[in-house]
């Protein structure tokens, strides 16, 4: 039953009620404090237009440029303090990032051999990567990028609150934020070489089918290009802002009222594999802080699964070692990121043991029914 007969409504309607539903929960998730407001905002009026049947499309095109600037916003984040960071200590680093990264597939594992969730699916959502980088793999990987949304954005929310928490009674001060490793301040005039690097990068590599390479390419030239001192990389607030709205919508849009109400199915599980995840990492950031010169707080800023973003502005506004908070999740999400389609496949190797995978939303619709049997 449609909520409303959109065959009666012009698209700038749509338009309309899409932008005004985006504007409303992006200013309630402001008022909130949550972070990722744009992107969570987005997505949240994109499903509930999507399940109400409203139909609007968004081009792959302007969803392929988006991947690129958020490619090129992770790569401005990646300071040579960081890089000096990642060099000085990186036993230490490779050690820890590995352990997170072992736990977050176990977990996956788990649900995927339960069939909870389809199989690629439970492993993308479980990632311990960057949310939005996350999401952009598991689609170019095939796996149901809606679900891998839900299991990743909830963890967001819930590390970011959780941070947040212990950095108010943990922090022994507090300091203004200033997000110096991930500023935005430049010259305008680099903005088009900005979008140069985003653009050519993101479409090269959909034209020559390099999955996941609408974001890893523009990241992997930002990086070099930026930290050799050849071009300093310009993203205005505005661009971003859109980014990750066109990003959210077109996740968001993509939902349906079967694949909202299997997500729904399986919340308890996902939560509970969302906070088992947290606890082992918070067991992680003792022995990080235990075998280092770093205080718990900022050890657990640094293991901490959710999103790099909203981790390092809570890193920046609070008196912690940020540099060494940046590095340790840089340095996370460039392993996940070239080796996530690794583990995947060598997850899936074993799941298809005894059990098939499955991975697109018509399978994921049909073993709904099977996952609410193995709640109960």
Same mark, same amino acid.
């Given at each position: 039953?449609?909520w409303?007969?959109?065959?009666?409504?012009?698209?700038?309607?749509?338009?309309?009620?899409?932008?005004?539903?985006?504007?409303?929960?992006? =200013?309630?998730?402001?008022?909130?404090?949550?972070?990722?407001?744009?992107?969570?905002?987005?997505?949240?009026?994109?499903?509930?237009? +999507? %399940?109400?049947?409203?139909?609007?499309?968004?081009?792959?095109?302007?969803? /392929?440029?988006?991947?690129?600037?958020?490619?090129?916003? !992770?790569? &401005?984040?990646?300071?040579?303090?960081?890089?000096? $960071?990642?060099?000085?200590?990186?036993?230490?680093?490779?050690?820890? !990032?590995?352990s997170?990264?072992?736990?977050?597939?176990?977990?996956?594992?788990?649900?995927?051999?339960?069939?909870?969730?389809?199989? /690629?699916?439970?492993?993308?959502?479980?990632?311990?990567?960057g949310?939005?980088?996350?999401?952009?793999?598991? $689609?170019?990987?095939?796996?149901?990028?809606?679900? %891998?949304? !839900?299991?990743?954005?909830?963890?967001?929310?819930?590390? +970011?609150?959780?941070?947040? +928490?212990?950095? &108010?009674?943990?922090?022994?001060? &507090?300091?203004?934020?200033?997000?110096?490793?991930?500023?935005?301040?430049?010259?305008y005039?680099?903005?088009?070489? /900005?979008?140069?690097?985003?653009?050519?990068?993101?479409? *090269?590599?959909?034209?020559?089918?390099?999955?996941?390479?609408g974001?890893?390419?523009?990241?992997?030239?930002? %990086?070099?290009?930026?930290? /050799?001192?050849?071009?300093?990389l310009?993203?205005p607030?505005?661009?971003?802002?859109?980014?990750?709205?066109?990003?959210?919508?077109?996740? *968001?849009?993509?939902?349906?009222?079967?694949?909202?109400?299997?997500?729904?199915?399986?919340?308890?599980?996902l939560?509970?594999?969302?906070?088992?995840?947290?606890?082992?990492?918070?067991? =992680?950031a %003792?022995a990080?802080?235990?075998?280092?010169?770093?205080?718990?707080?900022?050890?657990?800023?640094?293991?901490?699964?959710?999103?790099?973003?909203?981790?390092?502005?809570?890193?920046?506004?609070?008196?912690?070692?940020?540099? =060494?908070?940046?590095?340790?999740?840089?340095?996370?999400?460039?392993?996940? +990121?070239?080796?996530?389609?690794?583990?995947?496949?060598?997850v899936?190797?074993?799941?298809?043991?005894?059990?098939?995978?499955?991975?697109?939303? $018509?399978?994921?619709?049909?073993?709904?029914?099977?996952?609410?049997?193995?709640?109960?």
């Amino acid at each position: 039953m449609k909520w409303f007969n959109t065959d009666f409504l012009p698209k700038p309607v749509r338009w309309l009620l899409l932008f005004v539903t985006t504007a409303l929960f992006i =200013f309630c998730l402001e008022i909130a404090g949550i972070p990722a407001a744009l992107l969570l905002g987005s997505m949240i009026s994109a499903i509930l237009l +999507a %399940v109400s049947s409203i139909n609007i499309k968004i081009s792959s095109d302007f969803f /392929t440029l988006a991947k690129g600037i958020i490619g090129c916003m !992770v790569a &401005h984040a990646i300071t040579n303090d960081i890089l000096t $960071e990642m060099a000085a200590d990186w036993p230490i680093f490779l050690g820890g !990032v590995i352990s997170v990264i072992i736990a977050a597939t176990a977990i996956g594992y788990i649900l995927a051999r339960r069939q909870i969730l389809p199989g /690629t699916t439970a492993i993308w959502g479980s990632a311990a990567g960057g949310a939005s980088a996350m999401v952009m793999m598991a $689609e170019a990987y095939g796996a149901d990028e809606r679900l %891998v949304a !839900v299991m990743q954005y909830t963890r967001v929310v819930l590390v +970011a609150v959780t941070g947040a +928490a212990l950095a &108010h009674f943990l922090a022994p001060s &507090h300091v203004p934020a200033m997000m110096t490793s991930l500023s935005l301040t430049a010259d305008y005039s680099w903005l088009p070489v /900005t979008l140069l690097i985003a653009f050519g990068g993101s479409l *090269g590599a959909k034209y020559l089918r390099f999955p996941a390479g609408g974001m890893l390419v523009p990241f992997a030239i930002g %990086v070099v290009l930026q930290n /050799t001192g050849t071009v300093t990389l310009f993203l205005p607030s505005w661009l971003l802002a859109a980014c990750y709205m066109i990003i959210g919508w077109s996740i *968001g849009l993509r939902f349906t009222r079967p694949i909202l109400a299997h997500a729904f199915s399986v919340m308890p599980v996902l939560l509970l594999s969302t906070l088992s995840l947290m606890g082992i990492c918070g067991l =992680f950031a %003792v022995a990080l802080s235990s075998f280092t010169n770093v205080d718990l707080l900022t050890a657990y800023l640094a293991t901490s699964p959710g999103g790099a973003d909203s981790v390092s502005i809570i890193a920046a506004s609070t008196a912690v070692n940020v540099p =060494f908070v940046m590095a340790y999740q840089t340095m996370r999400f460039i392993i996940v +990121a070239t080796s996530g389609p690794m583990i995947v496949r060598f997850v899936v190797k074993r799941i298809r043991l005894k059990t098939p995978c499955l991975d697109s939303s $018509e399978q994921t619709d049909q073993i709904r029914q099977t996952a609410k049997k193995k709640m109960l």
